[in-house]
């Protein structure tokens, strides 16, 4: 028999972190020009697109792999260097693709604790093997919502013994408070094992195009690229990712309403009693204090259409990540909050 399927009314969406401004407008106002090319194949290389990167970013387009979502770059990067025996370092509560991506390359997954769930560099470099192949850095985390700054990285990144390959996940990074933030992508260097993943999934609005990208040495990209499906990207991100490259209005206005919003969520939940890590993301993971709690709060958001993610897969039991919607499911996440307290 065929499970039941819940049929309630979903609202509002907020356990998948997308930008609920959406995209810009001037990339709606392309997609119109785009619709006649569907019937056209994409570029397996998206020689273009990587140009487009590299232009907007100063970047050698040559050491650019772009995929079906940086997701798609997680998994090719674990077929690609790994072997059973190996090892994966990650931290305690990180972004579940790389658990994932590492059990089906028939490797280990090793976590590193975090310090007041913000990524701990001594515990790190303390986790590291003779077997560790690759570090994935989520920064942002994901679920944490937490921000490891430049000092941090860099002593990381300058301790990391060479046989270890630092992946470091900037998906949240255009998020950051401006005075925090800091790239990966100027550390990378020919003779240095960093692979930088970058998305146009959240702050871009462009969750559906499936659309990120990867900067490494030469060596590293074209060891990726020999394992990445030739028509993995779509012929509408090739065309309209370029268009969200620009500077647009649209993008100040995500950044001050993300910011403005998620520190209001992140105070109601602390006057609540429910402790809120500092998050430099577009979603907050508040401490329902224990598990029955937070499993509590989840079905009171769901009972009134509100989806929250449970980051109990992340080895957090009491908390619930909760991304930044609009005014109207900001409003609800409140009230509900408040109502049960």
Same mark, same amino acid.
């Given at each position: 028999?065929?499970?039941?399927?819940?049929?309630?009314?979903?609202? !509002?969406?907020?356990?998948?972190?997308?930008?609920?401004?959406?995209?810009?407008?001037?990339?709606?106002?392309?997609?119109?020009?785009?619709?006649?090319?569907?019937?056209?194949?994409?570029?397996?290389?998206?020689?273009?697109?990587?140009?487009?990167?590299?232009?907007?970013?100063?970047?050698?387009?040559?050491?650019?792999?772009?995929?079906?979502?940086? #997701?798609?770059?997680?998994?090719?990067?674990?077929?690609?260097?790994?072997?059973?025996?190996?090892?994966?370092?990650?931290?305690?509560?990180?972004?579940?693709?790389?658990?994932?991506?590492?059990?089906?390359?028939?490797?280990?997954?090793? =976590?590193?604790?975090?310090?007041?769930?913000?990524?701990?560099?001594?515990?790190?470099?303390?986790?590291? =093997?003779?077997?560790?192949?690759?570090? /994935?850095?989520?920064?942002?985390?994901?679920?944490?919502?937490? @921000?490891?700054?430049?000092?941090? /990285?860099?002593?990381?990144?300058?301790?990391?013994?060479?046989?270890? $390959?630092?992946? $470091?996940?900037?998906?949240?990074?255009? @998020?950051?408070?401006?005075?925090?933030?800091?790239?990966?992508?100027?550390?990378?260097?020919?003779?240095?094992?960093?692979?930088?993943?970058?998305?146009?999934?959240? +702050?871009?609005?462009?969750?559906?195009?499936?659309?990120?990208?990867?900067?490494?040495?030469? #060596?590293?990209?074209?060891?990726?690229?020999? +394992?990445?499906?030739?028509?993995?990207?779509?012929?509408?991100?090739?065309?309209?990712?370029?268009?969200?490259?620009?500077?647009?209005?649209? @993008?100040?206005?995500?950044?001050?309403?993300?910011?403005?919003?998620?520190?209001?969520?992140?105070?109601? /939940?602390?006057?609540?009693?429910?402790?809120?890590?500092?998050?430099?993301?577009?979603?907050?993971?508040?401490?329902?204090?224990?598990? #029955?709690?937070?499993?509590? !709060?989840?079905?009171?958001?769901?009972?009134?259409?509100?989806?929250?993610?449970?980051?109990?897969?992340?080895?957090?039991?009491?908390?619930?990540?909760?991304?930044?919607?609009?005014?109207?499911?900001?409003?609800?996440?409140?009230?509900?909050?408040?109502?049960?307290?």
């Amino acid at each position: 028999m065929l499970p039941q399927l819940d049929t309630s009314p979903v609202i !509002y969406d907020l356990s998948r972190n997308e930008e609920s401004l959406g995209p810009a407008p001037e990339v709606l106002s392309q997609l119109k020009n785009s619709r006649q090319n569907l019937l056209h194949y994409a570029d397996p290389e998206s020689l273009n697109l990587r140009m487009a990167i590299g232009k907007w970013k100063n970047l050698s387009p040559q050491q650019i792999l772009c995929g079906n979502g940086s #997701e798609e770059i997680i998994y090719i990067l674990t077929q690609a260097l790994l072997k059973p025996g190996d090892q994966v370092l990650t931290n305690t509560h990180a972004f579940s693709a790389y658990n994932k991506a590492t059990q089906n390359a028939g490797a280990t997954l090793i =976590t590193a604790p975090m310090s007041q769930l913000t990524t701990d560099p001594e515990q790190i470099l303390k986790s590291v =093997t003779p077997q560790t192949k690759i570090l /994935f850095l989520d920064n942002p985390g994901n679920p944490t919502s937490t @921000y490891l700054e430049r000092q941090g /990285f860099e002593t990381l990144l300058t301790n990391l013994p060479q046989h270890v $390959l630092l992946v $470091l996940d900037e998906a949240y990074c255009e @998020y950051v408070d401006e005075d925090k933030q800091f790239t990966g992508l100027d550390y990378v260097k020919p003779d240095r094992d960093l692979l930088v993943l970058r998305t146009f999934s959240k +702050f871009h609005g462009l969750a559906g195009l499936r659309c990120g990208w990867a900067y490494g040495n030469d #060596e590293l990209i074209k060891q990726l690229a020999a +394992f990445k499906p030739p028509l993995s990207m779509n012929r509408l991100a090739q065309e309209l990712v370029p268009i969200a490259m620009s500077n647009h209005p649209h @993008y100040k206005t995500v950044f001050e309403r993300n910011a403005n919003c998620r520190n209001q969520l992140m105070n109601h /939940f602390e006057t609540l009693g429910f402790p809120t890590p500092d998050s430099q993301t577009n979603f907050v993971s508040p401490n329902f204090k224990t598990p #029955e709690m937070c499993k509590a !709060y989840q079905m009171a958001y769901r009972n009134q259409g509100i989806l929250t993610h449970n980051c109990s897969g992340q080895g957090l039991d009491s908390h619930l990540r909760i991304a930044i919607g609009d005014e109207n499911a900001m409003e609800k996440v409140v009230d509900i909050a408040i109502s049960k307290a």
